[in-house]
């Protein structure tokens, strides 16, 4: 009765000459692979550290205009602008301005990155139910995969650093992007596309006059989405080198520093709270017009 | 500004179903709906469907919902595509067009107005109306010229920078009709345009259309569930029921020849002294009819002829031709029975 008490699992021997087989397999892709990936992502790492540098080498009164401005911009809210302008000053008058500037050069590249991969994703997916039952259960892993097991992947291919951090931001910050862009789109009212096609709009034509701007509330909903993700990716991808306000929580925890965890993590907090008013303020002017219709 | 087209539909068939092409002859032999249904789980869209319409005529396509009169329309633009059959517009054959040359031809020869408007609410009515010109290509600065134009004409001025969402349904429907007639497209299809309308509203929106066609004469093919409607508006009227057409012709023959009791029973509580014409229901000259005291033209209604008669007290009158001759007498007792049906 072994068999009913424990299960039936693979002989010891012949699971670990799998487990060995495969990281072999995958040592040497990535020895003769890794090199030749890492120059492939060259241009990113440059972008990266020019926005890292752009940030950080601006004097802090000019970063903090072009907030306001921004903040304006997006939402025409006095609230969030001084809300945004307060924000920035505490966490600078407690000294976490250099890490704020790196997280936010951050979570800006990988939120642009999600945006110009997930926007076409999003795009195919509504156009087929096929690509969407294909691509769902990708997302799927995507979002339940805990970020550590595919860190180590990304680790062994391209090393610690700014690249393999910024992959790990975006795979977990993508699928809500990806997600929300085909939803947007297939909830398009169908009478307007019937309008679209009965004067003579091409596919594209279609696609940028009509579903895209329809689309658009959503397709915001989902950058906030992505926005909100990617910071909470902040702390996770300080373990393999990216820098900003995740490293001193990191440092917080293995030291037990209770105050630099506290200060650290209410920046990363006030960031968000600040990324999300701002973006859900431009989605919410985005609506303006489409109240309730008349008929 | 174009010049108005004819529209040929010939032998029109649609199907809606897994397999369609393979239930065209069963249903040319005569096949019904419910048989077609319940023995091969397809739906009869339209059967046999010959309408010949008229350059610059307004032809009415009336029926009830389900009777595929939303289906014929979209079949002049091919917004669905037939089973079998021919939609002939200026010689070519809309049917067999390529994808390349339908687009042209939706973009220069129709325009539609739909029941539910489709204007896009993140437009302002300006850009809305400007649309189809966009699509078309023609460059900013002319398109907004033109929408301008047709916003005003139809009587939508000073509400160019409004969004659809702040409109009232029946100025939305205005923005739809100004946003395909500035397409300038010979052939304008009208969805149960004013379906959605109050009667007030519908009422005034007709007498727009009618006014405008006076000047741009485009054919129209206009669909309504409304007989009314259909007689005020329609220069010609086809029935449709189960996706035959029943009956054909001028409101007046509607009215007069119902072509069978469902026609009739359609037609019953129409107002005929408002459609039918004198022409249509005087005796000849000279026949047993007491002398005439005044006239009236034969265009003229029977609702025209009755208030003249009861407001001098005239038991006859001589009914004259278009250039006054004598072609008839319309005695009172004949204008009655011809009003009550």
Same mark, same amino acid.
Request: charged share 20%.
């Given at each position: +009765?072994?068999?009913?008490?424990?299960?039936?699992?693979?002989?010891?021997?012949?699971?670990?000459?799998?487990?060995?087989?495969?990281?072999?397999?995958?040592?040497?892709?990535?020895?003769?692979?890794?090199?030749?990936?890492?120059?492939?992502?060259?241009?990113?790492?440059?972008?990266?550290?020019?926005?890292?540098?752009?940030?950080?080498?601006?004097?802090?009164?000019?970063?903090?205009?072009?907030?306001? #401005?921004?903040?304006?911009?997006?939402?025409?809210?006095?609230?969030?602008?001084?809300?945004?302008?307060?924000?920035?000053?505490?966490?600078?008058?407690?000294? +976490?301005?250099?890490?704020?500037?790196?997280?936010?050069?951050?979570? %800006?590249?990988?939120?642009?990155?999600?945006?110009?991969?997930?926007?076409?994703?999003?795009?195919? +997916?509504?156009?087929?139910?096929?690509?969407?039952?294909?691509?769902?259960?990708?997302?799927?892993?995507?979002?339940?995969?805990?970020?550590?097991?595919?860190?180590?992947?990304?680790?062994?291919?391209? #090393?610690?650093?700014?690249?393999?951090?910024?992959?790990?931001?975006?795979?977990?910050?993508?699928?809500?992007?990806?997600?929300?862009?085909?939803?947007?789109?297939?909830?398009?009212?169908?009478?307007? %596309?019937?309008?679209?096609?009965?004067?003579?709009?091409?596919?594209?034509?279609?696609?940028?006059?009509?579903?895209?701007?329809?689309?658009?509330?959503?397709?915001?909903?989902?950058?906030?989405?992505?926005?909100?993700?990617?910071?909470?990716?902040?702390?996770?991808?300080?373990?393999?080198?990216?820098?900003?306000?995740?490293?001193?929580?990191?440092?917080?925890?293995?030291?037990?520093?209770?105050?630099?965890?506290?200060?650290?993590?209410?920046?990363?907090?006030?960031?968000?709270?600040?990324?999300?008013?701002?973006?859900?303020?431009?989605?919410?002017?985005?609506?303006?017009?489409?109240?309730?219709?008349?008929? | 500004?174009?010049?108005?087209?004819?529209?040929?539909?010939?032998?029109?068939?649609?199907?809606?179903?897994?397999?369609?092409?393979?239930?065209?002859?069963?249903?040319?032999?005569?096949?019904?709906?419910?048989? =077609?249904?319940?023995?091969?789980?397809?739906?009869?869209?339209?059967?046999?469907?010959?309408?010949?319409?008229?350059? *610059?005529?307004?032809?009415?396509?009336? *029926?009830?919902?389900?009777? /595929?009169?939303?289906?014929?329309?979209?079949?002049?633009?091919?917004?669905?595509?037939?089973?079998?059959?021919?939609?002939?517009?200026?010689?070519?054959?809309?049917?067999?067009?390529?994808?390349?040359? =339908?687009?042209?031809?939706?973009?220069?020869?129709?325009?539609?107005?739909?029941?539910?408007?489709?204007?896009?609410?993140? !437009?302002?009515?300006?850009?809305?109306?400007?649309? *189809?010109?966009?699509?078309?290509?023609?460059?900013?600065?002319?398109?907004?010229?033109?929408? !301008?134009?047709?916003?005003?004409?139809?009587?939508?001025?000073?509400?160019?920078?409004?969004?659809?969402?702040?409109?009232?349904?029946?100025?939305?429907?205005?923005?739809?009709?100004?946003?395909?007639?500035?397409?300038?497209?010979?052939?304008?299809?009208?969805?149960?345009?004013?379906?959605?309308?109050?009667?007030?509203?519908?009422?005034?929106?007709?007498?727009?259309?009618?006014?405008?066609?006076?000047?741009?004469?485009?054919?129209?093919?206009?669909?309504?569930?409304?007989?009314?409607?259909?007689?005020?508006? *329609?220069?010609?009227?086809?029935?449709?029921?189960?996706?035959?057409?029943?009956?054909?012709?001028?409101?007046?023959?509607?009215?007069?020849?119902?072509?069978?009791?469902?026609?009739?029973?359609?037609?019953?509580?129409?107002?005929?002294?408002?459609?039918?014409?004198?022409?249509?229901?005087?005796?000849?000259?000279?026949?047993?009819?007491?002398?005439?005291?005044?006239?009236?033209?034969?265009?003229?209604?029977?609702?025209?002829?009755?208030?003249?008669?009861?407001?001098? /007290?005239?038991?006859?009158?001589?009914?004259?031709?278009?250039?006054?001759?004598?072609?008839?007498?319309?005695?009172?007792?004949?204008?009655?029975?011809?009003?009550?049906?």
């Amino acid at each position: +009765m072994a068999w009913f008490d424990s299960f039936p699992q693979l002989a010891d021997d012949n699971l670990r000459a799998l487990k060995k087989t495969i990281d072999e397999a995958f040592r040497t892709f990535s020895r003769s692979y890794g090199a030749s990936l890492e120059t492939l992502f060259e241009p990113l790492k440059q972008f990266l550290i020019w926005s890292e540098r752009v940030l950080v080498g601006t004097p802090w009164p000019i970063i903090l205009l072009l907030a306001a #401005g921004l903040a304006w911009a997006a939402s025409r809210s006095w609230k969030i602008v001084i809300a945004a302008v307060v924000t920035l000053c505490l966490v600078g008058y407690f000294g +976490m301005w250099e890490d704020t500037m790196k997280t936010i050069s951050m979570i %800006l590249t990988s939120t642009l990155m999600s945006i110009a991969i997930g926007l076409p994703i999003g795009i195919l +997916m509504s156009r087929s139910n096929r690509v969407r039952a294909v691509i769902n259960p990708i997302l799927d892993v995507m979002q339940t995969m805990p970020s550590f097991v595919y860190l180590i992947p990304v680790v062994m291919l391209l #090393g610690i650093g700014k690249v393999p951090g910024l992959i790990a931001v975006v795979v977990y910050a993508l699928p809500p992007m990806i997600r929300l862009t085909n939803l947007g789109i297939r909830e398009v009212d169908p009478d307007v %596309l019937e309008a679209a096609d009965a004067f003579g709009a091409s596919r594209w034509q279609k696609l940028i006059k009509t579903e895209l701007p329809l689309a658009l509330p959503t397709i915001m909903a989902g950058v906030n989405q992505t926005i909100m993700m990617a910071l909470a990716m902040v702390v996770i991808a300080a373990m393999i080198g990216v820098q900003g306000l995740g490293q001193p929580v990191l440092k917080a925890i293995s030291n037990q520093y209770f105050t630099l965890g506290l200060f650290n993590g209410l920046a990363i907090v006030g960031i968000a709270i600040l990324l999300d008013r701002i973006s859900q303020a431009w989605g919410a002017r985005l609506q303006k017009h489409r109240g309730v219709k008349h008929v | 500004m174009s010049e108005p087209l004819e529209i040929e539909i010939r032998n029109l068939f649609k199907i809606f179903g897994a397999n369609p092409a393979a239930h065209v002859e069963a249903v040319r032999a005569g096949m019904t709906k419910a048989e =077609l249904n319940e023995r091969h789980r397809h739906v009869l869209g339209l059967r046999e469907i010959n309408i010949s319409i008229p350059a *610059g005529a307004i032809q009415v396509v009336m *029926g009830l919902s389900g009777s /595929g009169k939303s289906t014929l329309i979209r079949h002049i633009n091919r917004l669905i595509e037939p089973t079998a059959g021919e939609i002939i517009i200026d010689g070519q054959d809309v049917v067999k067009m390529a994808p390349e040359a =339908l687009r042209e031809f939706r973009r220069h020869q129709t325009a539609m107005v739909f029941q539910k408007f489709a204007l896009l609410p993140h !437009r302002s009515v300006l850009d809305n109306a400007a649309f *189809g010109l966009e699509v078309q290509g023609i460059d900013e600065a002319e398109r907004l010229r033109i929408a !301008r134009h047709w916003i005003e004409r139809v009587g939508l001025a000073g509400f160019e920078k409004s969004y659809p969402s702040q409109l009232s349904g029946g100025m939305q429907q205005r923005v739809g009709l100004a946003r395909a007639l500035a397409n300038d497209a010979p052939i304008l299809l009208m969805d149960e345009a004013y379906s959605a309308l109050d009667p007030l509203i519908r009422y005034d929106m007709q007498t727009v259309l009618l006014d405008l066609q006076k000047e741009v004469r485009k054919t129209i093919v206009f669909i309504t569930h409304d007989l009314d409607e259909a007689l005020r508006i *329609g220069d010609r009227i086809a029935l449709l029921r189960d996706g035959s057409v029943i009956q054909q012709g001028t409101g007046q023959d509607i009215v007069l020849n119902p072509a069978d009791d469902y026609v009739a029973n359609f037609v019953q509580h129409v107002d005929r002294g408002k459609i039918v014409k004198v022409g249509s229901v005087m005796v000849p000259p000279g026949a047993d009819a007491p002398g005439a005291d005044g006239s009236i033209g034969a265009e003229a209604t029977l609702l025209e002829a009755l208030h003249r008669m009861v407001a001098s /007290g005239e038991k006859c009158l001589g009914v004259t031709g278009p250039s006054g001759q004598p072609v008839g007498l319309l005695p009172l007792d004949r204008a009655i029975s011809a009003y009550a049906g």
